[in-house]
């Protein structure tokens, strides 16, 4: 297997980066020590401090002058705002990556038929992708969308709500579910959880502004990268 060549203190800052996200090092608290990470993990003080300057950057941790590096909160998502993948990684300070698992023209289930409003022998283009952070697998997403608003499923390599906008089908309204599930074994080995962890099931329909069905997604997510924030109000 050939050598990782991702710069040193990069490595250090994803890996301590999905540390924070799992939980490891609670909210507040401080993070380790330049000093202290470089001892037990055997790197040199320069690669120590990049990283942690890294981890700065993405928001992740914040310095107090005297006191040393905290783990910062995080600022969850709104579930008001439609946004794409690459959208909310950007509003996390992080990068966003996709794999390739599926791009195909298919015939559609009963149940996308009826999601996206399909007839008669209508078929779709059907997407599945691996959503990375930073490197990190954090999502699972299925998508499909009418044939004729993307006929060459091949040809799309980047943000599909950007493709939909050049064809002058910019997402403007959606109506979204949400769901706990346990990742099977599948799903487990590509977001490399354990089977059985926790999952947040997003289910997802789009419209633009004049009506059209545009997609339907849905988006297995890992629980430890996902944060979501509701604001509700009690009328009289």
Known sequence: MPADTTPLYIQLASQLA?????????????????????????????????????????????????????????????????????????????????????RQADTPTAAERVALGLRGRARVARLERLRLADGVPVALEMTVLPLQLLPEPQALEGSLYAWLEQQGHTPHTATQQLRARSADARQAKLLQIAEGSALLWVSRTSRDAAGLLLECTHTECRSDYYDYRVELRRHA
Request: proline content about 5%; overall charge positive.
């Open 18 to 102: 999905q540390d924070i996200r799992s939980g490891h090092y609670p909210l507040d608290h401080a993070l380790p020590s330049e000093r202290v990470l470089c001892e037990s993990l055997g790197v040199s003080r320069i690669t120590a401090r990049k990283a942690i300057a890294t981890l700065v950057a993405k928001g992740l941790v914040q310095q107090r002058h005297g006191s040393g590096n905290f783990i910062a909160a995080r600022e969850p998502q709104g579930l008001t705002r439609l946004s794409s993948f690459s959208e909310q990684m950007a509003v996390q300070g992080q990068t966003p990556g996709s794999q390739w698992l599926c």
